[in-house]
């Protein structure tokens, strides 16, 4: 297994490709494993010319835990900076200068963390199902928030029944599939069940502050994406950040929810692609 090392915390990533090509890094939503980018997933960009690398943020996974640190009313662990500063910890383990960056949900985040806080470090950025943090826009539907903090599963059964509640509220319904949701789940409690993690990733959002002021100062290419269906982060947080970046622009997914089924993984991989293609030949 290998690890990269923020100070104290240390961060799993696995990679794909060859280590000579440009690098796509990939950050993960909340709670969200590695292993969510799955494997098929990544070898699909990785056969478009890139070096991928996934790894887990701190609190889920294989990566540190915050086992005793507050969570909730008590405070907060950490930032979206910190996360940010573990990723770039990732990149220089991997030998990486810059690299393309793409995130969904709090990983559309940590990426415009990144890009905020160390610009130099980044090529591209896509910012998938996300928002700025500005309280006005991609505000979850009462459902879907009332799904986001309700208590945590306790069980394999109860976190898989969580996992299908979740998707049937804010997936993508054209491509339901719960035979796929149940093996999903189920390899992710197998790999690593840490609902208390979780609830800390969440905080570090609520506690870290809009991004908007910042981003409008970033030049990086950005690609933002979001889907018609979401409910979980409405699809004015997409449009609000590809408006307020100078070098960004805005890609309405038709169909997509708030999840990124395999029948969609093509698309992504055409529009990424896309991006990384303009921004050589700019």
């Keep these: 297994m290998t690890f990269a090392h923020n100070g104290a915390c240390d961060i799993y ?6 280590a000579a090509h440009p690098t796509l890094l990939l950050v993960n939503g909340l709670g969200g ?3 969510n980018f799955q494997d098929d997933w990544c070898n699909r960009f990785a056969a478009t010319g890139l070096h991928v690398i996934r790894f887990d943020n701190r609190d889920v996974g294989l990566s540190s835990k915050f086992t005793d640190a507050p969570v909730g009313d008590k405070g907060n662990a950490y930032l979206l900076s910190d996360m ?31 890009a905020i806080n160390h610009p130099h470090r980044v090529t591209t950025m896509t910012s998938v199902m996300s928002t700025t943090g500005e309280p006005e826009y991609g505000q979850p ?6 799904l986001l903090t309700a208590p945590p ?10 996992t299908f509640a979740s998707l049937r509220e804010w997936g993508s319904p054209e491509f339901a599939d719960e035979s796929r949701w149940r093996a999903d789940a ?3 409690f197998d790999r690593c069940f840490h609902p208390a993690g979780t609830a800390r990733q969440f905080m570090a959002v609520r506690a870290s502050g809009p991004r908007a002021e910042a981003l409008r100062s970033v030049q990086i290419p950005t690609l933002v994406m979001h889907g018609d269906r ?3 982060i409405d699809a004015s947080g997409g449009r609000r950040t590809a408006e307020i970046m100078p070098n960004a622009r805005f890609e ?30 700019a």
């Design 13 to 18: 990533y696995e990679t794909f490709g060859d």
């Design 33 to 35: 494993q590695c292993i």
């Design 84 to 114: 940010a500063n573990d990723a770039i910890a990732v990149l220089d383990t991997a030998g990486v200068e810059r690299a393309h960056i793409l995130g969904l949900s709090m990983g559309g985040m940590i990426v415009q963390t990144i």
């Design 141 to 146: 539907a009462p459902s879907a928030y009332s």
């Design 153 to 162: 599963a306790v069980d394999r059964e109860s976190f898989v029944a969580n």
């Design 186 to 188: 189920e390899r992710s």
């Design 230 to 232: 979401d409910t979980l």
């Design 252 to 281: 309405l997914i038709e169909g997509m929810g708030h999840d990124y089924p395999p029948q969609l993984w093509d698309r992504w991989v055409e529009l990424v692609s896309q991006l990384i293609s303009e921004a050589r030949g």
